[in-house]
């Protein structure tokens, strides 16, 4: 009866952890998937931040820092922007990423305007994340979804609109 008994509360202590299980299961999946969400938001920052301080050393391994003043810096972006805008030069009214070729340039060219924006923001101290999310917040004013919805205007066609309706 003993051994019974002993086979019986084995038993109902497992019945009672798969029950705890059946009910911890959903809650467990959402905290597992919020703290990646916390932890893939934190890599983010930290892949900006590592990102730049590999760009940091590469050219202080060089000793370029010497060049590089905020006019250079902010000439050089726009210099890249340039070699961007080349692979579509000359391509007529193809204006997509179509070949292996461009893909490859536009990489390339992109990376430059990258490396270069992230040294400026670096030598000028200033928080990527933080300038990146102020300007979306200005953007967002300027150009509000329920007037910019699949429009091209320039904000200044929403204002006018504003001030006729004034008007
Ligand atoms: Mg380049």
């Not at 809650?27 to 940091?56: A, H, P, Y």
Request: aromatic letters at 10%; charged letters at 35%.
């Amino acid at each position: 009866m003993k051994a019974m008994c002993g086979i019986s509360w084995k038993l109902r202590n497992r019945a009672e952890l798969v029950y705890m299980a059946v009910w911890a299961y959903p809650f467990l999946c959402c905290r597992n998937r919020w703290s990646q969400r916390v932890k893939g938001k934190k890599r983010m920052s930290d892949s900006i931040k590592e990102l730049t301080e590999k760009i940091v050393a590469f050219r202080d391994a060089r000793n370029w820092k010497q060049f590089h003043n905020p006019k250079d810096m902010a000439i050089s972006i726009s210099l890249e922007a340039a070699e961007l805008l080349e692979v579509f030069q000359w391509s007529g009214p193809d204006t997509e990423v179509d070949t292996d070729k461009k893909l490859d340039k536009v990489r390339e060219e992109l990376a430059d305007v990258l490396i270069y924006a992230l040294l400026m923001g670096h030598d000028l101290g200033l928080d990527i994340e933080e300038i990146v999310s102020s300007k979306l917040d200005v953007n967002n004013r300027k150009y509000p979804a329920e007037k910019a919805y699949g429009r091209a205007d320039k904000y200044t066609a929403y204002k006018e609109k504003n001030t006729n309706d004034c008007l």
